[in-house]
């Protein structure tokens, strides 16, 4: 089921798709930047698996991505923080399941940032960030300074220009993931990261190892930032995980 998740001021492109049975969680998905709710078509084929075991799934597009209002260049952390908890509390009300977060790359880094309240259960955190500053610095070289002294910049990436306000880095000083992790480091936390990554360096993924006290990791080798070529062993990683954890984290 496609529709919009709204309030005065955000219209959230969304999927909401639930298994033929009565499900027991609902999964929400959180893209990365510059992605989309779909995964590049891959979303389809992973919520049947979730709708397999009880799980249903909602994946939407945040503000100025895909077919959500708003441009992209203003997005920030927080902005993003703010449309999650959006969808969170429309599923809350609508549906009154326990909520499991995951989060591709900066979709990792909202759910880490947005907020633990009773009803999320767990976290799938896959190759997140938590260092927001030296990643960025990192992929923006030069535009990161750019940025980070309030002028506006244009990124050419592999092609593809696109336009990005100083807000975006200026925002990362509003967040302590330090204090992000310790807030919810009684929850399950997932974390799927590949040794080659050259996005996200995987020592992101053992920092937020370091501070949650129920979490698995899983380093996977030969694996990139997007995990071309080994999505499907992300998702079995995942799969396996979630049926050991689900009557634990009812």
């Known amino acids: 089921m496609k529709i919009e998740i709204k309030d005065a001021n955000k219209h959230l492109a969304s999927y909401i798709i639930m298994p033929e049975e009565e499900a027991k969680y609902i999964l929400v998905a959180c893209h990365g930047f510059r992605g989309g709710k779909e995964n590049s078509g891959q979303l389809f084929e992973f919520a049947k698996k979730l709708n397999n075991i009880g799980i249903g799934v909602c994946a939407f597009d945040f503000s100025g991505c895909g077919e959500s209002l708003g441009k992209f260049e203003d997005i920030t952390l927080s902005r993003q923080v703010s449309d999650l908890k959006l969808v969170v509390d429309y599923l809350d009300n609508k549906y009154k399941l326990p909520i499991i977060l995951l989060g591709r790359s900066f979709g990792g880094s909202t759910i880490l940032a947005a907020y633990d309240t009773d009803n999320i259960v767990g976290y799938i955190l896959w190759s997140t960030p938590v260092l927001l500053k030296e990643t960025f610095s990192t992929i923006f070289k030069d535009d990161y300074l750019k940025l980070k002294n309030g002028s506006s910049v244009k990124i050419n990436d592999d092609g593809d220009e696109f336009n990005l306000n100083p807000q975006l880095v200026q925002d990362f000083y509003n967040h302590d993931f330090i ?69 634990a984290i009812r």
């Open 179 to 247: 204090l992000y992790l310790s807030n919810i480091e009684q929850k399950p936390v997932l974390v799927v990261h590949g040794l080659n990554d050259d996005v996200v360096d995987p020592k992101n993924a053992m920092i937020i190892k370091n501070y949650i006290k129920d979490c698995r990791l899983c380093l996977i080798k030969d694996a990139d930032h997007r995990f071309a070529n080994k999505e499907e062993e992300r998702e079995e990683i995942t799969l396996k995980w979630l049926k050991e954890k689900l009557n």
